[in-house]
């Protein structure tokens, strides 16, 4: 008897089971693809990430999600591709692409996930008594690095990458920058599209 209801029990446990895992998966946001990033991206990340930080070290926080790459379409770049032929993306829903576990050659790059990144504000920092130096300092060290995915030339000798760095709401700056390649690597050959705050 005891037996017959072992196995009564786990019957009805398996019926349980089987409607759990049939059930809706809870809704949000969907994940992020995480395809691999090509060498050639990775190095032109890189460029960027040095002709902004020049010799400066410390810590710096990057945005470990790509934004949607540059549009040919915008009138703000048609600066950059002037004689230049770039496709245009393939139709659909873009496919969103990380840096995640990518490793930086430049010391103190730190990936986060830019959705919860908080702001060191200097405007807040000085309404609250900070001094003007301390408030825009502490916004910097805590300024997040964005980047767009890369948009490639036809012939794959140039690309186009937007690139921000923001540390605060009236604290920020971004461009679309234009990149060639050459026997050395990846060089930055103009920028366009410029914002500041």
């Given at each position: 008897?005891?037996?017959?209801?072992?196995w009564?029990?786990?019957?009805?446990?398996?019926?349980f089971?089987?409607?759990?895992?049939?059930?809706e998966?809870?809704?949000?946001?969907?994940?992020?693809?995480?395809?691999?990033?090509?060498?050639?991206?990775a190095?032109?990340?890189?460029a960027?990430?040095?002709?902004?930080?020049?010799?400066e070290g410390g810590?710096h926080?990057?945005?470990?999600?790509?934004?949607?790459?540059p549009?040919?379409?915008?009138?703000?770049?048609?600066?950059?591709i002037?004689?230049?032929?770039?496709?245009?993306p393939?139709?659909?829903?873009p496919?969103?692409?990380?840096?995640?576990?990518?490793?930086?050659?430049?010391?103190?790059?730190?990936?986060?996930d830019?959705?919860?990144?908080?702001?060191a504000d200097?405007?807040?920092?000085?309404?609250?008594?900070?001094?003007?130096?301390?408030?825009?300092?502490?916004?910097?060290a805590?300024?997040?690095?964005?980047?767009?995915?890369?948009?490639?030339?036809?012939?794959?000798?140039?690309?186009l990458?937007?690139?921000s760095t923001?540390?605060?709401?009236?604290?920020?700056?971004?461009e679309?920058?234009?990149?060639?390649r050459?026997?050395?690597g990846?060089?930055?050959v103009?920028?366009?599209g410029?914002?500041?705050?």
């Open positions: 008897m005891a037996g017959m209801k072992g009564a029990a786990l019957a009805i446990g398996m019926v089971a089987a409607a759990a895992a049939r059930a998966p809870a809704s949000g946001p969907p994940p992020i693809a995480a395809p691999s990033i090509s060498q050639d991206e190095a032109i990340y890189e960027v990430l040095d002709s902004w930080l020049g010799s810590r926080l990057v945005n470990e999600k790509l934004s949607a790459p549009s040919i379409d915008d009138e703000e770049i048609r600066d950059c002037k004689g230049l032929h770039f496709s245009a393939a139709p659909g829903a496919v969103q692409r990380s840096l995640a576990g990518i490793r930086f050659r430049r010391h103190g790059i730190v990936l986060v830019g959705s919860q990144w908080k702001p200097p405007g807040e920092a000085i309404a609250g008594g900070k001094s003007v130096d301390a408030a825009v300092r502490q916004g910097f805590n300024a997040l690095t964005s980047f767009s995915q890369i948009a490639f030339g036809s012939d794959g000798k140039d690309a990458v937007r690139f923001v540390c605060g709401s009236l604290c920020g700056s971004g679309t920058i234009h990149l060639r050459s026997a050395q990846w060089a930055i103009g920028r366009c410029n914002w500041i705050s």
